[in-house]
């Protein structure tokens, strides 16, 4: 197993990085503030139920909680910053009062500028900046841990571009490396930048699972902390109960599953839905050590 502690963004608070430098993998807990999510879409679509669902998870032992307002599913409704400011400013300032580690998820600058405000200390860019081209400066001139993720079209065009020419390996980090030059020109620190291969984002079932096994590769290679996200994703369903695998929330045990391998194999993160099996998915993959 690698060491997460080789691999470490900077800053973070003090029990992120004792937790990172520990070697164990991160989780980060998913608080999405849409009511049109994949998998649990309208549950916590208020201010209120998204700050109870962020203390249940923060109580069930996230180190970082997600905060979201605009679905990135395929077809998903694109969400003016307006209307995705108001969702989740509210939702992090309040967290981040209680004491949350808060990273928010957005695509757009403004955005993220208004998280960062209220307190936030990740931006988890799903686009990798291709959406907002002030994106990388904005996390030039802030200094904050940045999830830069393979994006490829958006949500109504991803499913019809996942021609990777055989390797999405070898393609995915091409295209993370011009997001990463990108982010150096702007000015950025190459410390504040975690990488994340976008499993089902522009992938087919099949390359998902590729790039999920490729996790040690993509990080010896591209040279900076990896975030996993396959919580409750399509690619999934192969691994999860036939006769309930299109129910998202049937792909939980999977999940950890993911947890565990991702984790084995030196994920600085994991990007889950539900905390108590992944966060013991990633406590015990910190025990699997080569004598």
């Keep these: 197993m690698t060491n997460a502690q080789n691999l470490a963004p900077a800053p973070l608070p003090a029990a992120l990085e004792a937790a990172s430098a520990s070697g164990r993998t991160l989780v980060m807990g998913i608080v999405n503030v849409t009511p049109d999510s994949f998998s649990d879409g309208g549950r916590w679509d208020t201010t209120d139920r998204a700050l109870a669902r962020g203390l249940q998870l923060l109580d069930e032992g996230a180190d970082i909680?997600?905060?979201?307002g605009e679905?990135?599913?395929p077809g998903a409704r694109r969400v003016d910053t307006v209307e995705?400011?108001?969702?989740v400013v509210p939702v992090i300032g309040a967290?981040?009062?209680r004491g949350a580690v808060v990273s928010v998820d957005t695509m757009h600058a403004p955005t993220a500028a208004a998280a960062l405000?209220?307190?936030a200390v990740i931006v988890n860019d799903v686009s990798g900046g291709l959406n907002d081209p002030d994106m990388h400066r904005l996390v030039a001139s802030t200094g904050v841990v940045y999830v830069c993720q393979h994006w490829r079209g958006n949500p109504e065009t991803?499913?019809?571009?996942?021609d990777y020419d055989g390797d999405v390996v070898a393609g995915v980090e091409a295209e993370l490396r011009q997001r990463l030059e990108?982010?150096?020109a702007a000015g950025a620190d190459p410390s504040q930048v975690v990488i994340d291969p976008g499993l089902g984002f522009a992938k087919t079932h099949e390359q998902s699972w590729q790039l999920?096994?490729?996790t040690a590769r993509l990080r010896a290679d591209l040279g900076h902390p990896v975030l996993i996200g396959a919580s409750r994703k399509r690619f999934l369903a192969a691994a999860a109960d036939p006769s309930r695998a299109a129910d998202p929330l049937a792909r939980d045990a999977a999940t950890t599953a993911t947890t565990a391998l991702a984790a084995a194999a030196g994920a600085w993160a994991v990007r889950v839905h539900e905390v108590p099996a992944n966060r013991d998915a990633v406590r015990t993959a910190s025990f699997w050590k080569e004598p």
């Design 65 to 68: 909680l997600d905060v979201g």
């Design 71 to 73: 679905s990135t599913r």
């Design 84 to 87: 995705e400011q108001a969702r």
């Design 95 to 97: 967290l981040v009062e």
């Design 117 to 119: 405000a209220a307190g």
């Design 158 to 162: 991803m499913d019809s571009l996942t």
């Design 182 to 184: 990108s982010l150096a």
């Design 212 to 214: 999920l096994a490729a």
